[in-house]
């Protein structure tokens, strides 16, 4: 898909769908969202922001979908 910073995107989160954008794209082990993310340049992970909440999550390419 290959996502980018900025896309619009939909995931689902505690049985609801979330809109947001993405924020960054991560290909390396680090800190996000508050927890560790354990991503790679095969394995990319991506920081999204929800809309709604404002809040930060971050998600693989296969638990998103472009909007």
């Known amino acids: 898909m290959g996502l980018q910073k900025g896309d619009k995107v939909s995931w689902k989160s505690h049985g609801q769908q979330v809109m947001g954008t ?3 794209k991560i290909t390396k ?3 996000a969202a ?3 993310v354990d991503a ?6 991506y920081r999204v922001r929800s809309v709604h909440t404002g809040q930060d999550a971050v998600h693989t390419e296969d ?3 472009r909007e």
């Open 63 to 65: 638990a998103l979908h």
């Open 34 to 36: 508050g927890r560790t």
């Open 29 to 31: 082990r680090t800190s």
């Open 40 to 45: 790679s340049e095969d394995e990319p992970q």
């Open 22 to 24: 993405v924020e960054e």
